[in-house]
C-alpha cells in the first residue's frame, strides 16, 4: 500500500515558468508534510514543509500547497531556474508521540529539468 | 563542519561480507535515521532512534543491525551482504521525534 503518490515522475519546465508537483496521502494520521529536493550525488535537504492547520506556506519562490479535505498537497516553483533542476520528494510525517513517533513516508519522487 | 557525515561515502564488496557504515551529527539532534535509496532513488526508513533508543525499526532483514553508542552517533552494521543490498544509505538527524531534517552525503553500496 503506498501511503503517499507523487506525480509527476518527471518534469520539464522552461526557465521561468511554473513547476508544480503534486502529492496525496492516504493516512490522516499524518501531521507534517515536508518537502526535500535533492542534487545528484548528494543527501536530501529539507525544503519546505507545512502543518494541516495551514492552507498555504511560502518560502521565497517555494509555495507549499494544502488541501487537507482533499488530502492532498502541492509544490510550486515559481520563476523556475536551472538551478532548481534536481529530484523532489514529498513525505508525510506521523505525530512526534506515539506509535511510530515521526516516521515519514516519502512519495517517489519528481525529476525536474529546468530548460534554460 | 559537515553537520552529518557518514563514512565510506563507497563501499565496493563481495558478496557474504560484512561491512559497517558509520555517521556522526554534530547538530545536538536526539533522532537519528538510516535510510535506503535504491536505483530508482526510492527511499525507504530502514531505522530510527531517539537518544539511543531505538524508534522505528522497519521490515529490514536480520542482517541489518544498528548501533547507537551515543546520541551524536547512529552507525549500520550489515551481515553476509547480498546482491540486492546495493544501494545508496542515507543518515539523518533531526530534533527529537521530527522528520529528518539533515542528511548525510550517502554512502554507495556496491555488492558484487
Known amino acids: 500500500q503506498q501511503q503517499v503518490k507523487q506525480s509527476p515522475q518527471s518534469l520539464i519546465v522552461q526557465k521561468g515558468g511554473i513547476s508544480i508537483i503534486n502529492c496525496a496521502y492516504e493516512?490522516?494520521?499524518?501531521?507534517?508534510f515536508p518537502w526535500y529536493q535533492q542534487f545528484p550525488g548528494k543527501g536530501p535537504a529539507l525544503l519546505i514543509a507545512?502543518?494541516?492547520?495551514?492552507s498555504e506556506k511560502k518560502e521565497g519562490r517555494f509555495t507549499i500547497s494544502f488541501n487537507k479535505s482533499a488530502k492532498q498537497f502541492s509544490l510550486h516553483i515559481m520563476d523556475s531556474q536551472p538551478g532548481d533542476s534536481a529530484t523532489y520528494f514529498c513525505a508525510a510525517s506521523r505525530p512526534m508521540r506515539g506509535t511510530n513517533a515521526g516516521k515519514s513516508t516519502f512519495g517517489d519522487g519528481t525529476t525536474l529539468t529546468v530548460k534554460p | 563542519d559537515t553537520a552529518v557525515s557518514q563514512t565510506p561515502k563507497y563501499l565496493v564488496t563481495q558478496m557474504g561480507n560484512d561491512k559497517s557504515i558509520k555517521c556522526e551529527q554534530n547538530?545536538?539532534?536526539?533522532?537519528m535515521y538510516w535510510y535506503k535509496q535504491d536505483s530508482k532513488k526510492f527511499l525507504k526508513i530502514m531505522f530510527s532512534y531517539n537518544n539511543k533508543e531505538l524508534i522505528i525499526n522497519e521490515t529490514v532483514p536480520n542482517r541489518f543491525s544498528p548501533k547507537s553508542p551515543d546520541k551524536a552517533h547512529l552507525n549500520l552494521h550489515i551481515n553476509s551482504l547480498e546482491l540486492g543490498d546495493s544501494a545508496v544509505y542515507f543518515c539523518?538527524?533531526?530534533?527529537?521525534?521530527?522528520?529528518?531534517?539533515?542528511f548525510g552525503q550517502g554512502t554507495r553500496l556496491t555488492v558484487v
Open positions: 539523518a538527524s533531526s530534533q527529537r521525534y521530527r522528520p529528518p531534517a539533515f
Open positions: 507545512i502543518r494541516p492547520d495551514v
Open positions: 547538530l545536538g539532534h536526539d533522532t
Open positions: 493516512n490522516t494520521a499524518f501531521d507534517y
